[in-house]
């Protein structure tokens, strides 16, 4: 129904943006590969995804027309939702994903929170030929704004289902590692790695 949005982009966070596009806002659901190519104050263009369900309508919004492609393959596996295909994206670059799939990688799946062996499986079986045939997606993670970094992962990875608690403990392990420079999207995998 809606295949873009150009605007400006008054607001983003780690897993939701807001483009005015003649004056009407559009609360747009992204991963953290979208979010770190959106930046506040600019007119960009974002493509999008509309999912409908009985009791809501969720706009998905994606820096990149492959991420998008990408996420719409996932959803179509039985048992992958839109939320879960935003989990992946968030997880793993379209890149990565593309590649673990390819190479029947089932643990790297596995890693991601709410994929179980059967899940990773399936994403395999099921999308391996369709990235063959050229459909996958090639995605850059670029670094983001590092103000207040960690509340923002902390406020992401909540968000993605996580404990507060356990995603503190997670995010305080990454920092006491790899020190306070990382960017949001960096604090996230690494503390998705480690929980």
């Known amino acids: 129904m809606y295949e873009y949005i150009t605007g400006k982009i008054v607001y983003r966070s780690a897993t939701n943006a807001v483009i005015d596009c003649h004056g009407i ?8 590969n979208t979010y770190s190519k959106l930046r506040e104050g600019e ?8 999912s409908v369900k009985e009791d809501s309508h969720t706009l998905f919004g994606f ?6 492609r ?4 996932l959803i179509t596996v039985n048992g992958v939702g839109a939320s879960t295909a935003r989990m992946i994206l968030s997880s793993l670059n379209p890149s990565e994903l593309q590649d673990a799939i390819v190479q029947g990688n089932a643990p790297v ?6 994929i179980g062996s059967k899940s990773a499986q399936r994403i ?6 369709k990235i063959l045939k ?7 993670v670029v670094a983001g704004s590092q103000s207040s970094a960690k509340q923002e ?10 404990a507060r608690h356990a995603a503190e403990k997670s995010l305080d392990s990454v920092i006491k590692s790899k020190g306070t420079s990382l960017s949001v999207e960096e604090l996230i995998k690494s503390a998705l790695g480690n929980m």
């Open 134 to 140: 050229g459909e996958g997606a090639q995605v850059m």
């Open 63 to 68: 820096a990149e027309e492959d991420e998008r």
């Open 153 to 162: 992962a902390l406020s992401a990875l909540m968000t993605l289902g996580f």
């Open 43 to 50: 007119t960009q263009t974002v493509f999008t995804h509309l």
């Open 109 to 114: 799946l596995q890693s991601i929170k709410g």
């Open 70 to 73: 990408m996420f719409r393959q």
């Open 124 to 129: 395999i079986i099921d999308l391996k030929d």
């Open 25 to 32: 806002g559009y609360n747009l659901n992204i991963s953290l």
